[in-house]
């Protein structure tokens, strides 16, 4: 599957993207925020959804062009397209924002700058053994995982290409398509990140229209009640913005 669509209203739509290996249960506690008031495209990236034989067989040049041709097809029908997108998903938006298919971009843990943290390995160690002990950290990485756990080695063959393809997108994202970026940006982190690190926010700072926020208490995946309300919040202020533009 592609994309699903939700809901329009003829004026603003707005594109959620994943991040690698995810899902898009990742906006799950977004959508009351935009449910019947936009039209709402959550993509599912090639490669996910399955198992890891099909994310081996998936590419960084592929999940490009998905993402592209959608935002493409939606600025062609409607005035303002937003897009949201978690670790990943951030990079794969920001190539067509820096074109001006995109009015806005909220991004959640863009992977600016990466820095792999034991708890990331473990996290994965835990879900794959099911030794997650009622976890939060750990349970709410499992839902956010979007390719099946596979015990077969083999599988695997075509991931370290997949996460140096991720690596080289990230450097070319931070050198050459930021600079060109010229729309409002909401950004936000974690400080307890398991892989994206806090300082990604230096990349942003003198940027002309963006507000940053860093999380105190979240992970990658997980956002505990207090954090996921200052996301909300920044969220619906975020999408006032959008629309006041109109």
């Known amino acids: 599957m592609e994309a699903i669509s939700k809901g ?8 959620f993207v994943h991040g690698i290996v995810g899902n898009n249960r990742i906006f799950d506690f977004l959508q009351p925020l ?3 008031k936009y039209k709402v495209e959550y993509v599912e990236l090639k490669g996910h959804g399955g198992n890891a034989l099909e994310f081996s067989h998936a590419s960084m040049s592929q999940w490009k062009n998905q993402v592209e041709r959608r935002v493409e097809n939606l600025s062609a029908r409607f005035s303002n397209v937003v897009g ?6 951030c990079l794969l938006l920001m ?8 009015s806005g971009l909220f991004l959640l843990n863009p992977p600016m700058r990466i ?3 034991i708890r990331l390995f473990s996290n994965i160690f835990k879900v794959a053994t099911g030794n997650m002990m009622n976890d939060p950290v750990t349970t709410a990485a499992k839902s956010a995982y979007g390719v099946s756990i596979d015990f077969n080695p083999l599988h695997y063959y075509g991931w370290p290409k997949r996460y140096l393809e991720l690596f080289a997108e990230v450097k070319r994202v931070r050198e050459i398509v930021i600079p060109d970026l010229q729309i409002s940006i909401d950004v936000i982190l974690s400080r307890r990140d398991e892989m994206v690190s806090p300082s990604s926010a ?6 002309p229209d ?3 926020t860093i999380l105190p208490n979240s992970t990658h995946y997980y956002y505990p009640a207090e954090d ?4 909300i919040d920044e969220f619906q202020q975020f999408l006032s913005r959008q629309t006041q533009c109109l």
């Open 210 to 212: 963006v507000n940053i």
């Open 228 to 231: 996921r309300k200052i996301i």
């Open 202 to 207: 230096e990349v942003f700072t003198n940027m």
């Open 95 to 102: 190539g067509p924002a820096a074109l001006g298919y995109l």
């Open 84 to 89: 949201i997108g978690h670790s990943m998903g």
């Open 34 to 36: 935009v449910q019947d």
């Open 8 to 15: 329009t209203n003829g004026k603003t739509a707005l594109i």
């Open 115 to 117: 820095t792999p943290k």
